[in-house]
Each structure stands twice: as C-alpha cells, then as structure tokens.
C-alpha cells in the first residue's frame, strides 16, 4: 500500500510500506510533475537531446559523449551494493510508470514532436553527472591558460574569484540555546542556474524506517543535498575543492587507431566514432577518445594539443550513491557523516545538526593528492609528476561550538581542497548579521553589497575633474547605502555605472590581449569570455590596477544618457529553459510582470548578473531553508517557481512571488492520511 498527498503548495508527501516502495513512488511522483524536465536530463546524459530539440543542443552533445557521461553513469551503476541497486532500480520503475502520464500534460513534448523512453537502471546517475560535471573547477582552467597565454601567468591573480558559472550557496547553523532550550537551526540557501522547472522538488518520504523532509533531484531518489529526518538535518554548499584535472595530450594517428604521448613513449588510446541525431539536421559525428588520463574532451586550436579530464568518478566508477539511503536513515550527525563516507563528487561542504544539540561541520568526496599545478591548468600528460599518486584528501569532520557559516569562502576546513575561492564578504556578513540577533530566515534576503574596492573606487575620484552632471551621479553614490534594493534607482545606476566600466576595460592595456581567440569549444563561452571574466572581477580589477580614468569616463557616460531606471527594472529575472514550447515562453514573461528582484552577485541575496554583459538575474537561490531541530513543523523553505513542471499548472509558480519577497512556506507536517492511493 502507498499514499501520495499534497499539502496547499502541490508539496508531495509520499508514504509506502518499505524503502523500495517508497522509493518507486518517489521515481512516479517526479514523472507525473517533471516528465519532460527529467527526460531531458535523460537527454543530456546520453548526448541526445538535439536529436529531440534540434541542432542548437549540438555543443552540449559533442561534450555529452566526449566526456562518457552515460558510460560513467553505467560503469557507477555497476558498482552499487545490491541493496542500493536495487534501490535505484525500483525508483527506474517508478519513472517508468508514470512518464507516459506525466508527458501527456507537457506541452514540451507536443511542441517538439517526441515521446519520452523508458529508462534505463543507470539514467538517475546519469542526471546526477549531468547537474555536476560542470559544477567544478576544470572550465576555469581553460580560463587560467587563456589569461596565462595572453596576458603572462603573474595575471592569473586578477581573475581569483568564483567563476561565471560556480555555485555561490550560503548555509549556516546556530548552536542550541539551553536557556530557552531551543535546538539547533540549519539554514541557508543554494545558489544555482534558475533553471525553469526548478532544480529541487520539494518532497517529504516516508516509510516504516523514516520520515524525512528535503529537496530532491527530479530524476535522482533520495535527498542528496538537505534534508531533515526529525533527528537530524543536514545542508551543503560548494565546498570550492579542485578535484577534476585537465590534460594536454599530444596524440598521433595510424589509420584509424589514435597513439597517444605517455612518460614512456606513444601508447595507444581508446578511439570510436558515434553519431549525433539532430531534429531537422543533418547527424553528425563525433570522435571518442579516452587516453590513460581520462576522457579527451576538447582541442586547444592554438597549440593543437588535445584536452583530456580526470575526475574521480571516472577513476573510482563511483559517484557516492551508496550514501543517500544512509541518510535518510540517519537519526544523528554520526550517521550523517558514516553516510557521506561513501561520497565521491561533487566536494561538498556539509552542515549537520541533531536534535541533543550536536553540529558537525564536513568535507565529504574525493579529492586526489598531486602536483600543485594541476590545480591551475592543464598540465602536460606525458609529465609522470602530474600523474595522481593514488591518494584522496581525507573527509574533514570536526565538531563545531558556536555559529557556523559555509559561503564558499576559503576556511580552515576547506582550504587544502581547493585553489579558487569565493571572497570572504558573504561569509562575514552573514555571520554579522547572527551576530545582531538577526531572524534566519532574514539573512537569506539580504541585499547590501560590501564596501569592496570597487565602490570604494568611487572615492578615489576627484569631483572637480567632472563635470556637474557626473559630479552630481558620484555624489549621489557615495551617499547610497550600497542596498542593491529592487526600488532603488541609485542600485540602478551604481549597476549602469559598473557596466560602462566593464566594457572600457575590454580595451585597457593590461586587459585587452584577452580578446585574442583563446582556443577551447563553444560549450565553454561562459567561462572564457573576456567580457564576463572581466565584468566578475572587478573587485579585484579595482584592487590591482589603476581604474581611476576609465571609472571618471563611465560616470560621465552614465550622467549624459538616459536614466539608468531602478534596479529592479534592470535585474529582470531569466530563468535558463529550452524556449520550446509557447506556454513556458509566455509563462516566463508573465513571471518577469510579476517581481522584481534585489540582490546581486556580492549580496548574502546572491542573485547574480555580469556586469558589462547583462543585468539580468540569471542564477540565483535555487531554494532557500530554515531546519528547526526543536519542532521540524516549524521548519520553513522556498523555490523559484512551484512543486510542477507543467505549465498552466495551478502550482508551476505558486511560490514565486514568496520566493521573490523572502517569505518562506511551511513544510509539509502532519499525519500522512493520504487522499490517493496508487
């Protein structure tokens, strides 16, 4: 027997008689609401999808099966302990069940021409590598030898900061307070593209052996990333660890075999040729190569060498699967970390607090013990010394008495694991901000942004060197309060007067070498183009180089035109979709009428925009959570948009406005009574 509710917010809340079943109901439940969503997840893993959206998917496909990400997925799968495949497998049938019921409602299906397929037992890891194989460090590599070969490798220092597309999640917990004998709070929230449908299905599971509360992957069982089981509570973040490493191959061909340089002389490499399906195009091929490193997965066009990546997973055939039934079953923060023993990657910085006052601070996944320079480019593959030795840095697990903050920020915990971290201030705020008796949930919407060098750029500027118009801009943003308010027209134009600066300096002396063609796929545009690796670091632009001219010129630029308007006009909301269907087009203009966004990048409020390149609000909460471990009722959360994929849904965007204004929702509580059976 097995029970599907939902609370007012289309929530489900899910009960079976064991895991297995409960975990097939989970697979049903996120076909019916996400069927097209977890079919192109499915799509993706497999490097098919511009067989079913066309040819403008072929980069993300060439890369798809480059990389052998189904291949990865199956050899994972393989691995499994039986209880966890078979775990896996029922979820498989679960999927299976209801996606031809679930695809009947999703206009995207009807739009392009296609039907979902059934799934195979390794897709759900096949989804998992698709949200992750990015979420890493190897594309800013590619960057770091772009900067190396254009403008010397002493200028790496100007682009230390996260990059376009990394992970800029905060998570916090506040100890147990035994005067009132309040528990511990864990909350936070995960910053992400804003894809649309949202990432993470809020979700409650329940069988015999738990009752857990969390956010789930559509397409991958369990709660991998937060969850609370009454017990315990658990968050994570990016922990910033550099665990991927990229390779400079030199490759030599006989035929159709691929020889490859090794320490020893040329060894022969992995080579087979595949074909890409394309929706009204032509199919193209695509050349496999995998050498003793890893996957080759691009070309540098400059210096002809192959790029090939290493990345645990690859190595180990593990992704860290055998860790998510462990922890729903987990009552204490020691079955939390016993749990995420098994976790291969992401790297991920873990929150966990128990209801007798615990909290554990973890580094839980792999990462391999090298040479140093691997963390900063590609290195050469023929070098033994940049060969993996073997080893993996152990899990960081240590006690934590106090407040705990994780904002991707370079601490003790963390600091051997990466190279690259996110700035301090987050961090600092956040913890100010608890300092001051600040409620959890209001940290979430915070939208001051730091005194960093660039606006303290605004400072160094001699007003009797302007004219009045832009004498009178510099005036008005030095008395600004730096609140990056969605009704503030000095945010607005603090953010026209950054970009004009971004785009002067694409042709400052120091930086406009950077424009030379720097080599590497189109897949990766978003972490090699100039124009947004310069707009994300102008803090550290405005630290290193003397801006004080360019700046004066954006100022008057902004002063003579138009007004820059209010932020909230400019920080339009852009969730990232596939455009293929009228219904989600027309749904995310209605959802652009209806909020206006705070925040920015440097905001605890991340909602993040690329100065110079777009104000629009592109990647930003993905969630937000408050976990109560004195009353789980009393825990709150949000997404984006609402618990359906579906469009014309009554619950596709229910909490969006909630989302927008920093209101959270309740959890679903209560007796699992159940008004479906199936």
């Not at 990015?134 to 490798?153: D, E, I, M, Q, Y």
């Not at 008796?437 to 400072?459: I, K, M, N, Q, W």
């Not at 803090?539 to 909230?568: I, S, T």
Request: glycine share 8%.
């Amino acid at each position: 027997m097995t029970h599907v509710d939902r609370d007012r917010w289309g929530v489900p809340r899910l009960w079976a008689a064991d895991v297995d079943a409960l975990a097939r109901l989970q697979g049903r439940v996120a076909a019916l609401d996400r069927a097209w969503q977890i079919s192109v997840e499915r799509w993706r893993a497999e490097g098919r999808l511009a067989a079913h959206v066309g040819p403008a998917e072929l980069a993300w496909d060439r890369f798809a099966r480059r990389v052998r990400l189904d291949d990865t997925a199956r050899r994972c799968y393989e691995r499994l302990d039986p209880d966890t495949r078979r775990w896996v497998e029922a979820y498989v049938d679960g999927v299976n069940s209801g996606l031809a019921e679930g695809a009947a409602d999703a206009p995207e299906f009807a739009a392009t021409g296609t039907a979902p397929e059934p799934w195979r037992p390794w897709s759900p890891l096949g989804v998992f590598l698709v949200q992750h194989v990015l979420f890493s460090t190897f594309p800013n590599k590619l960057w770091h030898a772009h900067v190396a070969r254009t403008l010397g490798p002493e200028a790496a220092g100007l682009f230390a900061v996260e990059g376009p597309a990394s992970s800029g999640s905060n998570a916090w917990a506040l100890p147990a307070d035994p005067a009132t004998g309040r528990g511990p709070v864990i909350a936070g929230d995960p910053h992400r593209l804003l894809e649309l449908p949202g990432v993470y299905q809020q979700v409650r599971l329940a069988c015999p052996e738990f009752d857990v509360i969390g956010l789930a992957f559509p397409g991958v069982p369990g709660l991998p990333h937060f969850g609370h089981t009454g017990g315990v509570a658990w968050a994570v973040t990016n922990a910033m660890a550099d665990y991927q490493d990229l390779y400079r191959e030199r490759l030599r061909r006989d035929g159709d075999r691929v020889l490859v340089r090794d320490a020893d002389g040329w060894t022969p490499a992995a080579r087979h040729v595949e074909e890409i399906e394309v929706r009204g195009g032509a199919p193209e091929t695509v050349e496999v190569i995998e050498t003793p490193r890893g996957p080759v997965i691009d070309h540098d066009r400059v210096t002809g060498e192959a790029i090939a990546l290493r990345t645990p997973s690859r190595v180990e055939a593990r992704l860290g699967f055998e860790a998510l039934l462990p922890l729903l079953r987990a009552r204490r923060t020691g079955d939390v970390a016993d749990a995420l023993r098994h976790w291969v990657e992401p790297v991920n910085s873990v929150l966990a607090a128990d209801t007798e006052g615990v909290v554990r601070r973890l580094v839980a996944g792999l990462v391999p013990v090298r040479d140093e320079r691997c963390r900063r480019e590609p290195v050469p593959a023929w070098e033994p010394r940049y060969r993996w030795r073997g080893d993996y840095l152990p899990l960081v697990d240590e006690a934590v008495d106090g407040v705990a903050v994780c904002a991707n920020d370079r601490r003790d915990d963390v600091a051997a694991h990466g190279a690259d971290f996110a700035p301090p201030h987050r961090a600092r705020r956040i913890r100010a901000l608890l300092a001051d008796g600040a409620e959890p949930s209001t940290v979430h919407t915070d939208d001051r942004l730091p005194a960093g060098p660039l606006y303290r750029l605004l400072d160094r500027l001699d007003p009797g060197r302007l004219d009045e118009p832009a004498r009178a801009l510099l005036l008005r943003l030095r008395g600004w309060d730096r609140a990056m308010a969605a009704g503030s027209a000095e945010a607005g134009a603090y953010a026209a007067w950054r970009a004009a600066l971004a785009r002067r300096l694409r042709v400052h002396p120091r930086l406009r070498a950077l424009d030379e063609p720097c080599g590497f796929d189109e897949l990766f545009a978003p972490w090699t183009d100039p124009a947004a690796r310069i707009g994300l670091a102008l803090d550290h632009l405005a630290a290193a180089l003397d801006l004080a001219e360019p700046a004066a010129e954006a100022l008057a630029e902004v002063a003579a035109g138009p007004a820059p308007g209010e932020w909230g006009g400019r920080h339009l909301l852009h969730p990232v979709h596939l455009g293929v269907a009228p219904a989600v087009t027309d749904a995310v203009t209605a959802m652009r009428r209806r909020v206006a966004l705070a925040g920015d990048t440097d905001c605890v409020l991340a909602t993040s925009s690329v100065p110079g390149v777009s104000d629009a609000c592109w990647r930003g909460p993905v969630a937000r959570y408050v976990w109560d471990l004195t009353d789980r009722a009393a825990s709150r959360w949000i997404v984006p948009f609402g618990a359906s994929g579906r469009p014309g849904d009554a619950h596709f965007a229910d909490q969006l406005t909630h989302w927008a204004a920093g209101t959270l929702i309740p959890v679903p509580a209560g007796p699992l009574t159940g008004d479906e059976t199936t």
